[in-house]
Antibody, heavy 118, light 111 residues
Framework: EVQLVQSGAEMKKPGESLKIACQTSGYSFSSYWIGWVRRVPGKSLEWMGM????????RYSPAFEGQVTISVDKSTSTVSLQWTSLKASDTAIYYC???????????WGQGTQVSVSS | EIVMTQSPLSLPVTPGEPASISCRSSQSLLHSSGFHYLDWYLQKPGQSPQVLIY???TRASGVPDRFSGSGSGTDFTLKISRVEPEDIGIYYCMQALEIPTFGQGTRLEIK
């Protein structure tokens, strides 16, 4: 069974750094892209970027380029999303999802709530 | 950026009745492969999104056959032939032809 299990909720202050994780299992990790999607309260879903787990080829949405970093740890089949300096506007639920050819998402993590407030 | 526009944004439905959601894109989603890169997702309350339809009209594994997707070019529709109480949630269309973008979401509620 394909599973994506995300790290727990985080409460941070503006300016702090953060790394959240998405641990995968049940499939050949290196053969798929993993994407990150966020949902800001009261708004729709936004695609942030994706990484190919086999070679760490990474693509970002222009809206998030330079704001976050997506990385891969093949030894633990884990994909991470990190910030160096959080803002209040980063408050959202962040989902990782396995992205298939043609771009659709066939499996999702349970989501990680990130709250940024002074 | 391809802009996705859904309607309606709120959809009250009586169980057993049909429902339909429209999704329009700012440019054609037809890929050179012949497929339309348009997907539908449902986010049930308290859950992660789940795929219903991909490539415009292909039902994902395990999705009940009361869900169907159709359309071409810039106009797409998700239909539920007979709404069940467990179908409540927010429905999103998403294009994957370019950098993925989602529609605003349509909240389906039971009357």
């Amino acid at each position: 069974e394909v599973q994506l299990v995300q790290s727990g909720a985080e409460m941070k202050k503006p300016g702090e750094s953060l790394k959240i994780a998405c641990q995968t299992s049940g499939y050949s990790f290196s053969s798929y892209w993993i994407g990150w999607v966020r949902r800001v309260p009261g708004k729709s879903l936004e695609w942030m970027g994706m990484v190919f787990s086999g070679d760490s080829d990474t693509r970002y949405s222009p809206a998030f380029e330079g704001q976050v970093t997506i990385s891969v740890d093949k030894s633990t089949s884990t994909v991470s999303l990190q910030w160096t300096s959080l803002k209040a506007s980063d408050t959202a639920i962040y989902y990782c999802a396995r992205q298939r050819e043609y771009g659709w998402f066939d499996a999702w993590g349970q989501g990680t709530q990130v709250s940024v407030s002074s | 950026e391809i802009v996705m526009t859904q309607s309606p944004l709120s959809l009250p439905v009586t169980p057993g009745e049909p429902a339909s959601i429209s999704c329009r894109s700012s440019q054609s989603l037809l890929h050179s492969s012949g497929f339309h890169y348009l997907d539908w997702y449902l986010q049930k309350p308290g859950q992660s999104p789940q795929v219903l339809i991909y490539l415009g009209s292909t039902r994902a594994s395990g999705v009940p056959d009361r869900f169907s997707g159709s359309g071409s070019g810039t106009d797409f529709t998700l239909k539920i032939s007979r709404v069940e109480p467990e179908d409540i949630g927010i429905y999103y269309c998403m294009q994957a032809l370019e950098i993925p973008t989602f529609g605003q979401g349509t909240r389906l509620e039971i009357k």
